[in-house]
């Protein structure tokens, strides 16, 4: 069994258990509103049928997994989180309950699915369903419902509602968070406080949008009845609009950049693959690190570009590795690389530490730090220099001045959890 696998099992047998209570409950006691219940699981199908995400056979981000447990049908959690919320119909209180809201959810979730199944989304397609983004959808929900729906009634209208809508919305979010990130923990065993923080910075994006949504849905229904769902749903659907072009924006800067990175190969400056396996290994050294958000993603960039510096030199490096060179070539080839990164228009963060990459580690910022670390690993285990475990001790002799030990001790930990050959520990100095 793989590491996390259990945990993985655990929150999808939770929602199993959860939908399938309320489906049986929903069985036995019959379909509270029933007209409500349609309505909302409608929109939810609907904003899964919708949900974002690149083409099947788009290219691939330079490098692995990130966070992603970004919402990626935010239609659909906002009126799922809605109906948790609804506490009346046109001024008439509503009976539906923890156990309907978590059936309703489950079946038009499942229902909003098929289609993609059916058509058989890419493993890099977002509008590919996955299980655990369901599974997570059905929990946090069915919490919203168990904080709101017993206890609503008590509220008092006007400041003390709203607060206590507030109340309810601040734990769901933080439920969410933790849920999302102890999945990608399970997935990845990336440290679990960076995770986390990641998933609690993404709320004030398109999670606050999907909670204010969802809040006014049933406020407004509250009011006026279920006229209020599409007109309600409109902008929510522009904020999705905007942030899927948004989100293609970034992929075109990060397939612009790998493409600059690319050319140090075709002019024959590095090995193929280089520059891709630098920045893949030096992004998961980052969150083993504790590194996240624009700090992770300056790495990635600097990584792929750290070796760039080398188009301007008269004579190639043999090899292109740079790892060997003596400090002041590796200096001088950094530096170049800082003025042609600079000259891109990446933000100046990136060609920061593509210069500082070559300086000894005391003096630098850890993202450099890891670059370096990556750089020289890939150099000497990728090509033919030693195994994976030679040259993880040759960096190991390095930490005096040119390795930080922890940079070095967390590269061993993640070829480690990969199945790298010959690393089944850490080294220590």
Known sequence: MRPGAATVGAVRAAALLLGAAGLAATLRHGLAEPGNALAFGTLIALGELARRGARAGAAAPPVREAPRGREPAPLAAAAALAYALLGADAGTATTHGVLQTAAVVSAAGLAGTVPHIARGRAPGDDRRPDPDHLARRVLTVGFAALCFQPLYKWAAPGAPYVLFLLLVLVLTGLCDAVLAALLLRARTAYPYGPLLRDELRALLGIGSAV??????????????????????????????????????????????????????????????????????????????????????????????????????????????????????????????????????????????????????????????????????????????????????????????RDHHPEVVAGLARVLAREGTPGVTSVPTG
């Open 211 to 400: 909670c204010a949504t969802g809040v006014v849905m049933a406020l407004g229904v509250a009011a006026t009845g279920l006229w209020a769902l599409p007109v309600l749903a409109v902008p929510l659907l522009l904020t999705q609009v905007s942030y899927r072009r948004y989100a293609a924006v970034r992929t075109v800067n990060r397939q612009t950049i790998a493409s600059l990175a690319r050319a140090t190969e075709i002019a024959g400056c590095t090995p193929p693959g280089h520059a891709r396996r630098v920045a893949a290994l030096a992004t998961a050294v980052g969150r083993e690190l504790g590194l996240g958000g624009t700090e992770l993603t300056v790495l990635e960039y600097a990584a792929l570009m750290h070796d760039i510096g080398q188009l301007s030199l008269v004579d190639p490096v043999p090899g292109g590795a740079t790892a060997p060179l003596p400090a002041e070539d590796q200096r001088r080839i950094a530096l170049l690389g800082g003025e042609v990164v600079r000259m891109t228009g990446v933000p100046d963060a990136v060609a920061h530490v593509v210069e500082r990459q070559a300086d000894p580690y005391r003096d630098q910022p850890l993202p450099a730090r890891i670059v370096r670390t990556v750089n020289a690993y890939d150099d000497l285990a990728g090509a033919g220099a030693g195994a994976a475990l030679e040259a993880l001790e040759t960096l190991r002799l390095g930490t005096a």
